[in-house]
């Protein structure tokens, strides 16, 4: 059974850092292109970054480009984000999502960014 | 404001078909799959259509998509009180480099 599983989400002040895990089992974990997804409290969804399967393509969305790093660890079946400089903007359900149609989701983690 | 457009909202009845429009440019509905996504308060996303036509095993048939130059929708045929949920529209833009979503269709079941 295909399983993502998100973590390391929490309140964080603005400016401040935190970096997402995002653990996949069940599948080819090195096979596939993994994207995050951002949902902010009552909105669409947005789409955030995009890694291809070997991490030699890397995307951003203008929104997050030059403060979050998307990242994995193919030996660790683990994708991951790290998020600099946060704006209360930045405020949502952040979800991976795997292969080329983002077809599995995990549960998503929330990320607060809040004085 | 989302480069694919979607009608906030739509309704219908047990037993109708309900269509949801998600329209766009033409170098972006016209030129790059389009997948949906099914998403109930609280959860995450599922995928119900991809490659613009095509459906996931264990997505029933009542579900289907359509695509024209500049729209596509998708369709739910035997509408059902459990098809009460929030729909998006989703392709990647080679301009951007990334993905874009509609802004989401709220369905609701009367």
């Known amino acids: 059974e295909v399983q993502l599983v998100e973590s390391g989400g929490g309140l964080v002040q603005p400016g401040g850092s935190l970096r997402l895990s995002c653990a996949a089992s069940?599948?080819?974990?090195?096979?596939?292109?993994f994207n995050w997804v951002r949902q902010a409290p009552g909105k669409g969804l947005e789409w955030v970054a995009y890694i291809s399967s070997t991490g030699s393509h890397i995307y951003y969305s203008d929104s997050v480009r030059g403060r979050f790093t998307i990242s994995r660890d193919n030996a660790k079946n683990s994708l991951y984000l790290h998020m600099s400089n946060l704006r209360g903007a930045d405020t949502a359900v952040y979800y991976c999502?795997?292969?080329?149609?983002?077809?599995?989701w995990g549960q998503g983690t929330l990320v607060s960014v809040s004085a | 404001q989302s480069v694919l457009t979607q009608p906030p909202s739509a309704s219908g009845t047990p037993g109708q078909r309900v269509t949801i429009s998600c329209s766009g440019s033409s170098s972006i509905i016209g030129s790059e799959d389009i997948n949906w996504y099914q998403q109930f308060p609280g959860s995450a996303p599922k995928l119900l259509i991809y490659r613009s036509y095509e459906r996931p095993s264990g997505v029933p048939d009542r579900i289907s998509a359509y695509k024209s130059a500049t729209s596509a929708s998708l369709a739910i045929s035997g509408l059902r009180s459990e098809d009460e949920a929030d729909y998006y529209c989703?392709?990647?833009?080679?301009?951007?480099?990334?993905?874009?979503f509609g802004g989401g269709t709220k369905l609701t079941v009367l």
């Open positions: 989703a392709a990647w833009d080679d301009s951007l480099s990334g993905w874009v």
């Open positions: 999502a795997s292969k080329e149609a983002m077809e599995n």
């Open positions: 069940g599948f080819m974990f090195s096979s596939y292109s």
